[in-house]
């Protein structure tokens, strides 16, 4: 990969939200979740796809703070809209990890 300038960086909305729903999506290709995501009064609620099914189980996700791109374009996955991004780090095995603050933020936090 090749370098980006700030400008071009700083055109990346992240934001922090809290996973508010969880469901199971059958018709997504790989194992995935439907996460219903809570960026209080900044984005209000937003759907995202996410392809972690058999490293996640729902309750761990429920409730929990998460880190996800706000203004990439909605993307169709399978029968659904999926409207952010949400980030994890991958491992060299493919293995993942999501990212979260180290505590409490408010819905909606700008990460930079």
């Known amino acids: 990969m090749g370098n980006i300038t700030r400008e071009e960086f700083e055109r990346i909305e992240m934001r922090v939200g809290r996973v508010t729903a969880v469901d199971e999506f059958p018709e997504a290709r790989q194992p995935s979740y439907l996460m219903t995501i809570d960026f209080g009064p900044v984005l209000g609620v937003k759907r995202s796809s996410a392809a972690i099914e058999p490293l996640y189980e729902p309750q761990e996700l429920t409730g929990r703070l998460v880190v996800a791109v706000t203004n990439f374009p909605p993307k ?37």
């Not at 991958?90 to 990460?111: W, Y």
């Open 76 to 112: 169709q996955i399978a029968n659904r809209m999926s409207e952010v991004l949400v980030l994890a780090a991958v491992n060299a095995d493919g293995s993942m990890r999501l990212l979260q603050p180290d505590g409490e933020v408010e819905l909606g936090a700008r990460v930079r």
